[in-house]
């Protein structure tokens, strides 16, 4: 996994991940039903954990995609992910709302994402970071690049980086041997 010298000490002041949908927590693929509504969406269940323990850590996840769905809806309410923006092609406004709800600072914020919708957003966070398949220019704008694909437990990886440098992966560990009733796959 490629990691960018000062990546490691920007992870250390990670508050909130932000991630996109769409080719990070999914393969990438949109699968359409026949009456042209969304049929499905395959997330991967250790990304799914990651994110469901990491508010024990005191990280918070965020979702910012450019689609809609429903099913994105569901997943979040599944994971206890309350910062959702769906239909956001300008993903600007969604990140300076997340910013006013939160109150933090850019320094405090990692963004995991795979296409060049992802740049701006990217630009402008403390720890911009890439799944395995991203677009050649979002590689090249992220600190961390994970080796797996979106879908396939790149969210997962770049979570562990984060917990482990900030010394509180011992803490997930811990949560999740003491009360398993609110985590989500």
């Known amino acids: 996994m490629p990691i960018r010298e000062g990546a490691i000490e920007r992870a250390k002041k990670i508050k909130c991940v932000i991630l996109d949908v769409d080719g990070v927590l999914t393969d990438g693929g949109v699968y359409v039903a026949p009456d042209g509504s969304e049929l499905y969406k395959p997330f991967f269940a250790r990304d799914g ?7 024990r850590a005191a990280l918070i996840t ?3 995609t450019g689609r809609s769905s429903a099913i994105v809806e569901h997943r979040s309410k599944e994971l206890h992910i309350d910062l959702v923006y769906q ?4 993903k600007c406004t969604a990140y300076a709302d997340i910013k006013a709800q939160t109150g933090l600072t850019d320094e405090e914020i990692a963004y995991i994402g795979d296409d060049i919708i992802d740049l701006p957003v990217m630009r402008m966070v403390g ?5 395995g398949d991203a677009v050649p220019e979002v590689k ?3 600190q961390i690049i ?3 694909r979106g879908g396939h437990g790149a969210v997962r990886e770049i979570y562990e980086i984060i917990l482990k440098t900030q010394g509180r ?4 560990l811990t949560a999740f041997q003491t009360n398993v009733n609110e985590v989500a796959q």
């Open 140 to 142: 090249d704008a992220a």
């Open 127 to 131: 720890l911009p970071c890439a799944v």
């Open 49 to 55: 954990l990651v994110i469901s323990l990491a508010p």
């Open 87 to 90: 239909g956001c092609r300008n």
């Open 169 to 172: 992966w011992d803490e997930i």
């Open 146 to 148: 994970a080796n797996e």
């Open 62 to 64: 965020a979702i910012i």
